[in-house]
């Protein structure tokens, strides 16, 4: 439960103590997101800064982990992320769908966070997605069954060898 980057027109003065409420109010809400960045798609980088803090903090206070977009935005992320560790903040989830590059992964590892990879772990063109998921330590790394819109390569999956 959380709100997307893309959807800061949904964020009203009220929305961080409704998150709040309907996470308390229900036992199955067990993560707060998908919050994050996203400068692919956007590039109201203070605005979503606005929604992903407060969220971060309810994440803190009622001791959720969260599910983290960030699209090209992994540079403004992480230094977020660590100022408010060195501020003491607490931090545990998932990066999730990545598509960064290995550098920017290594960073959100060193933080404690999870990786997950979607369909488009398998997109021929995706290379650092591919160095990403080679990389990635075992018990780091999760499966994202995103949405269609991110589905496997079938063609490309078709053509891998069975020891892969």
């Not at 803190?60 to 060195?86: F, N, Q, T, Y």
Request: hydrophobic letters at 40%.
């Amino acid at each position: 439960m959380g709100v997307h980057p893309l959807d800061t027109g949904h964020w009203q003065s009220d929305t961080p103590a409704v998150l709040r409420e309907a996470v308390l109010a229900d036992e199955r809400v067990v993560a707060i997101g998908e919050l994050g960045l996203d400068l692919y798609r956007a590039d109201n980088l203070e605005e979503q800064l606005s929604l992903l803090v407060p969220q971060l903090d309810l994440a803190e206070e009622v001791d959720r982990p969260v599910i983290i977009h960030c699209r090209d935005a992994a540079a403004p992320m992480l230094e977020l992320l660590r100022r408010r560790r060195s501020e003491g903040h607490r931090l545990r989830g998932v990066m999730h769908c990545w598509s960064g590059t290995p550098e920017e992964m290594d960073g959100f590892l060193e933080l404690g966070l999870f990786i997950s990879f979607s369909g488009n772990v398998t997109y021929p063109s995706a290379r650092d997605t591919h160095a990403c998921a080679r990389l990635v330590p075992r018990d780091r790394y999760l499966i994202d069954r995103k949405s269609t819109r991110l589905n496997s390569s079938h063609e490309w999956i078709s053509r891998m060898p069975s020891s892969a």
